[in-house]
């Protein structure tokens, strides 16, 4: 039978209230408290019930992870639940702090339940199944249902739904879905539309995500000492595309020298990029790459100096975790050659 | 302006000795339907096929899919491109109903070429594994694009409309089983009950961002591309005053099929005098500089507006950067007192957590969202591939590649596949098929 | 992948044409390109004149990292 490790709160583990919400992390054998009741239908033995008290795992959150993980450690488990938490603020952080830490360094599933007005719900929901919890421990039973309902899919291996087809909160990730009902676009567009000119509460079909901002880096202090790079997503490549970098959702870039060049010729260099015609870029690359115009600007001593190689990869389809995953290899090379700047072009 | 589309049910399709229809069964002359399509001198080679849901046959590369149509009085079927420039919408076109002649390359495919299959997991993936098809497998000679991954197709293309024309032929004389009528009038003066409900527009971003021309959607055999938004009725529509173009990745094509059939406008005609006031199309396009997505957004807030629109559907032809065409023409209408609703897919990616569309704005509040051009899809291997199946990968389908580290290659030596739904052929149905939608995980 | 780089703290620059796109992906300095296919020097135009436009915004791209900014600012070329 597989098996699982359940976490609480000095509360729910018995422990005590307030006061003892210092209570340090134990490990015991066997159920303590809710566990007792997930065990009863939970499609694997719960091994092992961990107690941490809110305000000890609050105030100093990466020792007692740590605590809690070389408890772990050396333990089998195919699954970690912790909570349910309900409406309590601390508990729920505490909830994510310990299933993201141990999701991370076992790779076990991880489950856990809170309401939907704690901190712990925006802080965590990305990272893990966070099931929409209620408000007070009076639903214990219904709260500790769910999540064993979803912990079971997990354990047999069933597919997991759409976050609210399961009671989860969205984890950022979306997918198609054929509908069951098989209502078409054209249906639903006619419903939307006339509850909203109507006046009537409608539900999109696409929220619109929050945009995540990076703080601005400081501008360069004295130009003429400053050295900086171009990078492109436009598929410039040298013809025959030595990285294979593909022509749309690429997962690949390369890197070219340009030591000594006075910008890039057609028949040389090319486009690899799918998303636009490529007749004017393939004859004259620099209308992508303008390594002609930094020449010229760094001989005029406007900047200090062009780093040796331009970076090249294709920006159509290209996800933003991909996206992120080749910049952040990039960088190791920019560090490198100390480059102050950079010069992205897209197309 | 009245529209008598005039169906023949078709039940099944045969090859023959002459063309006929008859108590639903097509009968296909295939040696005369071929010699129709090798007038063109471009075709060198061309075969036929006849393909049904439940078969385990795979297309690819599948490049368009037309709806067989013909005119009792004599007109062409797509005026202004496979024949005479008159208006469209008006007067009687009868059309093969349950089928649709599809169009293969033998060998090379291309960025926008798409692959259908007729069974297995696949075959849901697009309406056409549900429908009866004529498939044409041909080959040209046009050497000047055979290795560019953005092909034309125009032989290929053309061949396939012509052949959707011919072999409605045998229906030309005969009685419809059924007709189904779509009339719009001006938009004035319509009946007072009408007036009185919420009146709507339907505005279309189809596919036109190659500047080269033979690439993009036509309306009237004019590229548009070059093309600022302008009112249409919705009939010219419905009756091939649109042919689909050959640039964009597969799944988000919108077939000359699609055209003809647009299940948006014909759900709005179903609405029209019970729900809302349907007053028509305005046709816009999708452009690649900042400057021409925005004129195009002005143009067609503009027309809303003096319109006297309530409401607006907006439905793009494309993901990406027509992202931003779709999106700046929600808000300008939305900016111009027009409740506005968006149809579109997305492209979150394999792993679902990219941005949906790559512009957002909190204005676009109601969006229908139809499919995730960048999800994994695998497909076991079908009995017979019509085409090449090499093409998926090796020539740049927008869903295939040649190579991947992790995944390995798109087409495997057992004939299975691994892809993104990007080369499903039009398979995220934007003009209102779809039964997907997009959900949160 | 600008933002990536920038969470280094290396500042970048965006060259594109589509600003909204760029805004939203969150890039700090934009400085506007012509057009997709061919952001700096429409091959319809003399190629002095591509040459031109091409400097000319290249020099504003690299003002712009020389220039402190609050807000997504776009630089006008």
Redesign the interface.
Known sequence: MKKAIVYLNQFFGQIGGEEKAGFEPEIREGQVGPAMQMAKTLHAEVTHTIICGDNCMGSNPEETCAKILAMLDGLEFDIFLAGPAFQAGRYTVACGLICKAVKEKFGVPVVTSMNVETPGVNMFRKDMYILKGANSAAKMRKDLSNMVTLANKLLDGVA?????EEGCF??????????KD?????????D???K???GLP?V??????K???????????D?KK?K?AL?N??GIVPVDNPD?I????A?RWGRYSIEGADGLEGGVFKTVH????????D??P???T?I???R??EKEG??GALHNWFYT?VG??T??????R???E??PY??EDC????????? | MKLEIGNFHVRDIVFGDALSFRDGILTIQKEEALNFIRQDDRITEAELYIVKPGEEVRLCPVKEAIEPRVRPDGRGIFPGYTSKLLPAGEGKVHALKNCSVLVVGRHMGGFQDGLIDMAGPGQKMTIFGNLLNIVLVADTNEAFERFEQQKMNDALRRAGHKLAEFIAGCVKELEPEEVEVYEMGSVRGRDPETEKLPSVVYVMQPQSQMEALGYNDLLYGWDLNRFLPTYMNPNEILDGAVVSGSFMPCSSKWSTYDFQNTPNIKALYREHGKTLNFLGVIMSNLNVALEQKERAAQFVAQLAVSLGADAAVVAEEGYGNPDADFVACLVALEDAGVKTIGVTNESTGRDGRGQPLVTLDEKCDAIVSCGNVGELIELPPMKVVLGELEALGRDGNSGGWEHDEILGPSVRPDGSVIMENNGIFCGDQVAGWSPKQMMAF | MVKEIERTGIPVVHMCNLIPVSKTVGANRMVPTISIPYPLGDPSTPKEDQWKLRYHRTKVAIQAIATDVQEQTVFSV
Do not use: C
């Not at chain 1, 969205?170 to 509908?179: A, C, F, Y």
């Not at chain 1, 999109?204 to 995500?209: A, K, V, Y």
């Open positions: 997991i739904g759409p976050a609210e969205p984890r950022g990730i979306r997918h198609q879905v054929w509908r098989g209502k078409p676009a054209s249906e639903r567009m006619i939307m539309l006339l909203k000119v109507n409608f999109t079909e696409m929220p619109i995500p945009i995540d901002r990076v703080p601005i880096a400081p501008a360069i202090k130009l400053a900086i990078l997503t436009g294979r593909q022509s749309a959702s997962t799918a998303g636009f015609d490529p007749a004017a870029a004859a004259d620099d209308v992508i303008p002609d115009a930094l010229a600007l406007f900047y990869t159509t389809g996800t933003e975790s991909e996206a992120a080749m910049a952040r990039i960088v920019l560090k480059v102050d700047a950079v010069i992205m072009v897209s197309t």
